[in-house]
């Protein structure tokens, strides 16, 4: 499983957009790039996940460079509903995995002002 | 439908007591784990059940067992509770295959005194 590297903590305010990286250096060719939020005494929901390029939902974006490398989650016009932990996860999707290995990791706090 | 359901949602317990944390989901899914998440850690996976008559031991599985009673619940023992077990438990589900797509139930915070 990759090790993924993102930032501890960001402070952000109510109308801006928002991003945050996550470096994943040793990805595998079957890894999904997957993002989950948390928000306090909540358990983590699913927001996005993405291969390669740009996947957008209603949501969020995730952007894939070429290398695979890292990726960043962009989150527009952030509201204060929006503070929450922010996970990134690197894992493979192979179908014939029997595993739930997913590994969190400390994730990224995001605190929006008002 | 409800989702992951988890109960109790809060319990404190004596050093050397046992209990067991209840997760049952309506999704008619495959797989099933738990996780604990320690304040402000991210979550390490206890177990997981990949399928109905499966279980398998994850980063942390020391201290505790699992039973995987039906499809729709999956257990989660303390035999000897110890102030290390103090956490917030979470139970999550999904397809078959599909393990990076979990769903999370609302979590049971354990104090172990």
């Known amino acids: 499983l990759a090790k993924t590297t993102q930032p501890i903590s960001m402070d952000s305010y109510e109308g801006q957009e928002v991003n945050i990286t996550c470096s994943h250096n040793n990805i595998a060719t079957n890894d999904y790039i997957t993002w989950y939020q948390q928000f306090p005494s909540q358990g983590p929901r699913f927001i996005i996940q993405?291969?390669?390029t740009k996947v957008t939902n209603e949501v969020a974006s995730l952007f894939i460079p070429a290398d695979r490398k890292s990726s960043t989650l962009s989150l527009p016009r952030v509201s204060l509903s929006d503070t929450a932990v922010y996970y990134c996860?690197?894992?493979?999707?192979?179908?014939?995995?029997?595993?739930?290995?997913?590994?969190f990791g400390q994730g990224t706090e995001l605190s929006v002002k008002p | 439908n409800a989702g992951v359901t988890q109960t109790p949602k809060f319990q404190v317990l004596k050093t050397g007591q046992s209990m067991t944390l209840q997760c049952a989901q309506d999704m008619n899914h495959n797989s099933m784990y738990w996780y604990r998440q320690d304040p402000g850690m991210g979550l390490r996976l206890i177990y997981y059940s990949a399928s109905e008559g499966t279980t398998d031991k994850g980063e942390v599985p020391n201290g505790y067992n699992v039973s995987r009673l039906n499809k729709r619940e999956f257990s989660l023992r303390l035999e000897s509770a110890a102030p290390s077990q103090t956490s917030v438990y979470f139970c999550a589900s999904s397809e078959w295959g599909q393990q990076e797509t979990q769903y999370f139930g609302p979590g049971t915070r354990l104090l172990v005194l």
């Open positions: 993405g291969y390669k």
């Open positions: 996860l690197v894992g493979d999707i192979n179908r014939d995995n029997q595993g739930g290995k997913l590994i």
